[in-house]
């Protein structure tokens, strides 16, 4: 139970609930023992009046019986009222432990880097968080509450046996140790097919999420049946080592009942030689047939709990190599405020641990506030990483970044990307209406503000000809609008949060050229005191700007205004004349 013994910090959190639990459980306990005891008392009584059978004796009889049955009713009714204060406090418990560890897991991926997610599926990352957190609250719950139970059970019943016939109790326990190796034995399978379970639950998972996200292209590509066929194959992997599980575990009460059965037999066998040859009354044989009895469901329950908490530590397991993932990207020491948005970079040389691809290759450049800046480059050239490194998604590996003069590592991060409005190649869009899409830039903006962004970002004629206009609701990842729409509200969304910098990255793709340079005015206009980057396959989108970077191979190669490249014998130049020479066609 290693890796459970991370939860220790939420048991302890919850201590008090849980010693209120354990009390009420023995008190319970305690309360349940009245009914064998006063049965075998009866017996008792009922055979010495069959021996006399006077009529002294049968109302005597009849006063012991009805103040038994009373007590015996009562005792019950007592002991259920505290099982279920037992059932509140105990599994209560666990809900809350179970919120806990999943507001834990989710702060934890939120403070993961790019490179995480990069390496992990999505499937995976929901199951941990759902499967496996549920598999962990049945061992805080149920496994607790029955284990007390169980313990307490056992403690009190086979105390009073011991008390009241030893060498019955001696005999009626021998199947107890080979019960104990039993389990031992079947742990350690349940351990190993459980987690492989877990880990097949997670590739079914990855699996389903990226079909629901990628539905489009299966259909358009008339993929439907040979999907259908992988994921039947996963499916029947999934069925079997289930079925493996599951048949591991189906021997456990079939096993508990023989023993117990077994006990059973020892105890008629032993106890009626016992009452044979005077030595204990019957009184004692049918209170011990009810104790065995009331052992059944302790001692099959122990298979159960065990499956449980062997489920619960292979889950843990999974949840604690998540856990245990600390961030390359620390937070800054400083309290240092971004005012300005001057960004510097100094020998910067970028390595993607992923691909051991090199993004960027000692690059240096400094740009003024308020600066408008364009980017170029072909694909791979380094332009998204320039964008990675100024959001600190990444860290360079050489060289250092400077904001307003400070190294870009010495800022808070909240302090940093508040500052920063950032609409990346892939804009991402919520399953939430239009208004809240936009109001992700600013939790509290009224709805003026957010028509005015959407205003700049030239979207707000055609959401108002929407049939519920802002409040439309978009489907998932914004499948519901076009390409360019998407882009605008991403970009209206940046807008809204009146960055000091902004970073376009290639987010004019899917816009015709004639909104690209109303948005573009709009920018121009409102980046007044803004720094801005703008990256862009297209020179028409960045020739206004103030100065222009040409990145190529991860080196930036050109860097000037467009007048000045174009005057040179450049890329940038070349470049041009192409884009000409295919729009004049």
């Not at 489009?216 to 008339?222: R, V």
Request: charged share 20%; proline share 2%.
């Amino acid at each position: 139970m290693k890796e459970l013994k991370y939860l220790n910090k939420y048991l302890f959190k919850y201590r008090k609930k849980l010693l209120f639990g354990f009390f009420i459980t023995v008190i319970s306990r305690i309360f349940s023992l009245f009914a064998p005891r006063l049965i075998g008392n009866s017996l008792t009584a009922v055979e010495h009046f069959l021996k006399n059978n006077t009529e002294t004796d049968l109302a005597s009889l009849q006063k012991i019986l009805f103040i038994n049955i009373s007590i015996i009713i009562g005792a019950a009714l007592i002991s259920g009222f505290f099982t279920f204060l037992m059932r509140q406090a105990i599994i209560n418990v666990s809900r809350y432990i179970e919120f806990d560890l999943k507001n834990e897991i989710f702060i934890q991926y939120q403070s993961l880097t790019q490179r995480f997610y990069k390496n992990n599926r999505t499937g995976d990352l929901m199951n941990r968080i759902s499967e496996d957190v549920g598999k962990v609250r049945m061992y805080f719950g149920p496994a607790i509450m029955y284990s007390i139970n169980t313990v307490a059970l056992f403690i009190i019943v086979i105390s009073y046996m011991i008390s009241v016939a030893p060498k019955l109790t001696l005999y009626t326990l021998v199947p107890l140790p080979l019960l104990s190796f039993l389990i031992y034995k079947l742990n350690k399978a349940i351990h190993f097919r459980s987690t492989k379970v877990q880990e097949m639950l997670s590739k079914l998972s990855s699996f389903t999420q990226e079909i629901f996200t990628g539905i489009t292209i299966i259909k358009s590509y008339n993929l439907s049946s040979k999907i259908i066929s992988n994921f039947n194959d996963l499916s029947i992997i999934a069925k079997e080592k289930n079925m493996s599980l599951v048949k591991l575990q189906a021997w456990f009460f079939p096993l508990m009942l023989l023993l117990i059965g077994v006990s059973n037999l020892i105890v008629i066998l032993i106890g009626g030689s016992q009452y044979i040859n005077g030595e204990i009354e019957i009184g004692v044989l049918a209170e011990f047939i009810i104790y065995v009895n009331m052992l059944t469901w302790p001692v099959t329950v122990v298979g159960w709990l065990t499956s449980i908490i062997q489920q619960a530590e292979a889950s843990q397991k999974r949840i604690n190599d998540f856990l245990k993932e600390t961030s390359n990207i620390k937070d800054g020491n400083g309290n240092k405020k971004i005012t300005r948005g001057e960004i510097e970079f100094k020998n910067v040389t970028l390595t993607y641990p992923e691909t051991k691809l090199k993004a960027l290759n000692n690059v240096s450049f400094k740009i003024k506030s308020g600066e408008t800046i364009g980017i170029l480059g072909p694909v791979g050239s380094g332009k998204t990483s320039l964008f990675d490194l100024i959001s600190r998604f990444y860290d360079p590996n050489i060289g250092e970044i400077l904001i307003d003069g400070e190294n870009l590592k010495s800022f808070k991060l909240n302090e940093l990307r508040k500052n920063i409005g950032y609409v990346p190649q892939n804009p991402f869009l919520f399953s939430e209406s239009i208004t809240n899409n936009i109001r992700f830039g600013k939790n509290n903006a009224s709805i003026k503000e957010i028509e005015i962004a959407a205003i700049n970002a030239s979207i707000d004629k055609e959401i108002q000809k929407l049939k519920y206009g802002y409040d439309t609701i978009l489907g998932e990842r914004g499948i519901t609008l076009s390409g360019g729409q998407v882009q605008r509200i991403s970009i209206a969304r940046a807008f809204i949060k009146n960055p000091s910098i902004i970073l376009l990255d290639d987010c004019f793709s899917s816009i015709d050229t004639d909104t690209e340079e109303t948005i573009l005015k709009n920018l121009y206009h409102f980046s007044r005191n803004k720094t801005s980057l703008i990256i862009s396959h297209r020179i028409s989108s960045i020739k206004s700007a103030d100065n222009i970077m040409v990145f190529k191979n991860g080196n930036l190669i050109e860097y000037g205004k467009h007048n000045e490249l174009m005057n040179k014998k450049s890329y940038y130049r070349s470049l041009y004349f192409k884009q000409q020479s295919e729009q004049n066609k």
